[in-house]
């Protein structure tokens, strides 16, 4: 038996999502061609984009089609900062890199643009009162806010509507990363208020190399990566077409499921959370104090000993795949720059479990019976 329970790093194609990209492997016209075999792949690029925008209440308009999350988030950071006139930027130490990074070459830059970043609750949510503050002293019209909708690490879901309302009130733009939230928690666009959001097919059985880039009509930036007039000059470069067409099903399917099975995610965390809770007593789980919870994610940490040292490899030889909530550098674990933020102690293991649609309830179980073998 093997648990595959890193998710949230990636996640697995659908089968469904294979066929769908099996089906038109061999459309190879160039869809900017205006012969047929470029229409027959135009068609199958249009018809993902109108489908999305649909199940995202918002217009196909909106929707161009990028690599994936950081090429989206890049081009927001860098659109807002070199075309909306940003000279502030804030944002939160939790964000993923593509934010951080961005965010911070901008002000290589641009050395007048000044990053705030804002504080948060224990629990790792975002302080709102913090969030008011900096947006009182902010320039107005000239400020970027970029907060995640729901943090890959520690799973705590974000009230992005409240950030937006706060933006709003500042005119500030909202760059929301929906990353790990698109496919995982129903909601639609308009609901988060943002200006810019990110998706990543490979997060939710899609392929990987594949996303979009929401830009809010009201919102227009220029391109990030220059050339050819694809996107509707948003974004130049030949499309992948296969990718799309598998992006275009992941997220049917994905939506679909949410709508189907609201609670699958949830009950596959909740199910795992409460059987480290019972067998493990020294472990400690992250929740959110509201309840608000990316029901893909469950992060836990063990007390670092002789048993919990090397839990991740212990945990891959028995088959068992997670994340330790870390990035590998040269073959050294680096701490997470988010449990450095949010003041994690040093001396524990972090593991990070995380779930898919394909995930089962044998995986979870046989996982913990690793855990209990590792921590005899
Ligand atoms: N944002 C978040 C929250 C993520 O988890 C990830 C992927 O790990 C990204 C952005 C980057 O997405 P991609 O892998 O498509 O570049």
């Known amino acids: 038996m093997k648990a595959y329970l890193d998710n949230a790093a990636t996640t697995p194609l659908h089968p469904k999502v294979k066929a ?6 061999d459309e190879f016209g160039n869809p900017s061609s205006i012969h047929a075999w470029g229409r027959r792949t135009r068609i199958l690029i249009e018809k993902a984009r109108t489908a999305i925008a649909e199940m995202l209440g918002v217009s196909p308009g909106e929707i161009f089609f990028t690599s994936g999350g950081t090429e989206a988030i890049n081009t927001a950071v860098y659109g807002a900062v070199i075309d909306r006139g940003v000279r502030t930027i804030i944002t939160s130490p939790i964000e993923h890199k593509a934010v951080l990074k961005s965010a911070a070459r901008a002000q290589a830059l641009r050395p007048d643009v000044h990053i705030h970043y804002i504080q948060h609750h224990p629990d790792g949510a975002f302080d709102l009162d913090h969030l008011h503050d900096l947006l009182k002293k902010a320039p107005r019209g000239k400020t970027l806010v970029a907060l995640m909708h729901a943090n890959n690490e520690v799973g705590i879901l974000n009230d992005a509507a409240a950030v937006s309302a706060l933006a709003q009130q500042y005119e500030a733009l909202f760059l929301c990363d929906t990353v790990q939230t698109l496919c995982h928690t129903p909601f639609q666009l308009p609901e988060l208020g943002a200006h810019y959001a990110a998706c990543s097919a490979h997060k939710f059985h899609g392929p990987k190399g594949v996303g979009f880039f929401y ?26 077409v296969p990718g799309i067409v598998g992006l275009h099903k992941a997220f049917e399917i994905g939506m679909e499921a949410l709508r189907t099975r609201p609670d699958h995610l949830l009950r596959l965390r909740n199910h795992m959370r409460d059987r480290i809770r019972a067998l493990f007593p020294e472990a400690t789980i992250w929740e959110s104090d509201n309840g608000a919870v990316l029901p893909t994610v469950l992060a836990v940490s063990f007390p670092l000993n002789e048993k919990t040292e090397m839990m991740q490899m212990r945990l891959d030889m028995e088959g068992v795949a997670v994340s330790a909530g870390s990035a590998c550098t040269s073959g050294a674990a680096q701490r997470s720059h988010v449990l450095d933020a949010l003041n994690a102690p040093k001396d524990i293991v972090p593991l990070r ?22 921590l005899a």
């Open 215 to 240: 830009m809010n009509k009201e919102a227009k930036i220029n391109p990030l990566i220059h050339g050819g007039a694809q996107e509707r000059g948003m974004r130049a470069g030949t499309e992948n």
């Open 353 to 374: 479990f995380s779930f898919g649609d394909l995930t089962t309830f044998d995986e979870v179980n046989y996982a913990v019976e690793a855990l209990q073998k590792i």
């Open 20 to 25: 769908a990209m099996w089906e038109v492997i």
